[in-house]
């Protein structure tokens, strides 16, 4: 057998090239993969992840024993062509509030195989991605078999690669049906959602390493506070952008994770979370289930500070939800001094191409925020960077992880971290322009290429140590 550093890396789907010369930081131009090339199909189970080279681990640098290392993705944004999806209606209005159609995306669809693995021969043993409810349930009461079997068929290819998985049910996107009746602002939505977690629990718990409700259920608050360059009228252009909508489909009760009433939306969210959640436990109640909640690390304005009322308006309830659950996922990117509103980044500082400081510290602030709040197991389930400048983004892996040590060694306990994102995908309403992925896609071609900061991220997760 050859040995394990000799080992192709994703030998099926990238030129032959040694887990050596990939560690010892090849340039991301000689890593490219070839997606695409059906003679390159994905073959068989890979190998375990080989320990640590044999150096005696220095405790200063190394994560707890069984420590989750991911990427993720979620499925709007990489899968391609969710055509029964709310967005999908969306993105291709006349005058549409996204930039672009999120049109093949990374059409990870298909090429799951070769992502998942890429992902676990750079040395990660986790992915999170999400299910598309469009897509299970593309007309209301039809579950699609076809569709539950492709993404146990992803949950299984996981599981030869030995990978955890980290499964999100919902990740802002829903059938259209449930759009057209209101989505979250429905008072039935709460038990709609709950048959379909009833129903996907059943197909696919038994491979489901954690579960999670919802993505970022907070959003729709946190809009409420955020003022980053360009985006102050991000709300009333989304109030604006739901009434066209609603004109535009002649449905006047349409409405969408990102446009509708912020508190009824809310309200929806929080109780098809319980809803959710008990269905998933009665079909698989040693499932962990838990949801993730989008932070920043909250700083008060010298002046003025309303940092008190952000967190109870925009985390609380959430917070306290997070207590009866068995983790919470916290996913932070940058942070946010608080005024009367968020404040824009201080002047010089160095933003990302998404205008968010770039600030790597929010993992320790948000972690140790989160879990003196919530009390329960945490796991960051995304932090990243959108730059063209790969450089950037691995001093800021380097600084984030950094802080994550110094929290856990400071007891905080944290079980896992997770990149955003594997690829550079579909960034909402910004469209491809945003490159938050540690390997790079052609979208014409769909060759992915391996970014320097995913041999680094990688080596990080193999070795458990930074
Ligand atoms: C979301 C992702 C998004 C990322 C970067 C998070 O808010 O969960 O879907 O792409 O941040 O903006």
């Known amino acids: 057998m050859k040995k394990e550093e000799d ?28 997606i695409g090339n059906s003679a390159l199909a994905q073959t068989g189970k890979s190998e375990k992840p080989a ?47 996204f930039k672009e159609p999120s049109g093949d995306a990374c059409d990870h669809y298909h090429l799951y195989p070769q992502d998942i693995s890429m992902l676990a021969d750079l040395g990660f043993n986790t992915y999170r991605f999400s299910l598309e409810w469009a897509r299970i349930e593309p007309e209301e009461g039809f579950f699609s078999n076809a569709e539950l079997e492709h993404y146990r068929r992803m949950l299984a290819t996981c599981h030869e690669h030995h990978l955890t998985t980290l499964l ?58 955020i003022s980053l360059a360009g985006m102050s009228d991000l709300v009333e252009g989304l109030k604006g952008s739901l009434i066209k909508v609603r004109q535009q489909l002649n449905a006047p009760e349409f409405a969408s994770f990102f446009i509708g009433d912020q508190m009824k939306i809310r309200e929806g969210l929080l109780a098809a979370h319980h809803k959710g959640r008990a269905a998933m436990k009665s079909v698989r109640s040693d499932m962990p289930v838990g949801f993730n909640l989008a932070m920043s690390a909250d700083q008060p304005a010298p002046e003025d500070s309303h940092l008190a009322e952000k967190r109870a308006d925009v985390y609380g309830p959430w917070l306290e939800a997070a207590k009866e659950c068995d983790y919470l996922g916290v996913q932070t990117y940058s942070r946010s001094i608080v005024g009367k509103k968020d404040l824009p980044p201080p002047k010089g500082a160095e933003v990302t191409q998404v205008g968010w400081e770039f600030y790597p510290e929010c993992v320790e ?64 309403m910004s469209g491809f322009e945003p490159k938050f992925g ?19 991220l990688g080596n990080i997760a193999r070795t458990n140590s930074l």
């Open 7 to 34: 080992r192709p890396v994703a030998e099926s789907i990238l030129k032959p090239i040694s887990r050596r010369t990939l560690l010892q930081g090849a340039s991301a131009a000689t890593v490219v993969g070839m």
């Open 51 to 97: 320990p640590a080279a044999s150096a005696p681990a220095d405790k200063a640098k190394t994560f707890p024993d069984k420590f989750l290392w991911g990427c993720a993705t979620a499925g709007h944004q990489v899968e391609g062509n969710n055509t029964s999806s709310d967005l999908w209606l969306i993105e291709h209005l006349p005058g549409s509030v």
């Open 168 to 225: 999100t049910y919902s990740h802002f996107s829903m059938p259209r049906w449930f759009a057209y009746k209101g989505g979250w602002q429905n008072p039935a939505a709460p038990d709609l959602y709950a048959r379909f977690c009833e129903k996907a629990t059943k197909h696919l718990g038994d491979l489901v390493g954690y579960a999670s409700t919802f993505n970022e259920p907070d959003v729709p608050q946190l809009l409420n506070w």
């Open 365 to 428: 602030e948000v972690v140790r925020y989160a879990s003196k709040e919530a009390g329960v197991p945490l796991m960051v389930t995304e932090n990243g960077i959108a730059t063209t400048d790969d450089r950037r983004r691995v001093e800021y892996v380097q600084r984030a992880l950094a802080g994550l040590k110094r929290a856990i060694d400071d007891g905080v306990d944290v079980r896992g971290y997770v990149a955003w994102s594997l690829l550079d995908n579909f960034e909402w």
């Open 438 to 456: 540690i390997v790079a896609v052609d979208r014409a071609t769909q060759r992915r290429t391996i970014k320097p900061s995913a041999a680094v």
